[in-house]
């Protein structure tokens, strides 16, 4: 069988071939950086996006807790109040709610 005989341009083609297969690894090597880069900017997007609304829902919670906190205050106040003002009638609720609840719990032994 004879040899086959590779001409300079057959050679120069491949040369090319090369030059371009690598150009191509550089590109996706490129793309492949972009498109990690991008992906990074969006997921800093929604980190950033849900720690506001985080930060938003806590500062709503306080509110509520302090909105609570102030009417506990102000029901303990008037309940203090209502003891100075009427001392015998509260004694007197005090000891018939007692009772009823030691009847309730009597009952179900």
Do not use: C, W, Y
């Amino acid at each position: 069988m004879p040899a086959a005989k590779i001409s300079r341009n057959d050679l120069r083609s491949v040369e090319d071939l090369k030059d371009e297969l690598q150009q191509i690894r550089a590109d996706f090597a490129e793309l492949a950086h972009t498109l990690v880069a991008v992906t990074k900017s969006e997921a800093s997007d929604a980190k950033s996006h849900l720690q506001a609304e985080a930060e938003k829902r806590i500062g709503q919670i306080r509110d509520t807790v302090h909105a609570a906190k102030d009417k506990g205050v102000e029901g303990l106040e008037s309940v203090r109040q209502s003891v100075e003002e009427r001392p015998i009638a509260s004694v007197v609720g005090a000891f018939s709610v007692g009772m009823v609840i030691g009847l309730l719990l009597k009952g179900r032994s």
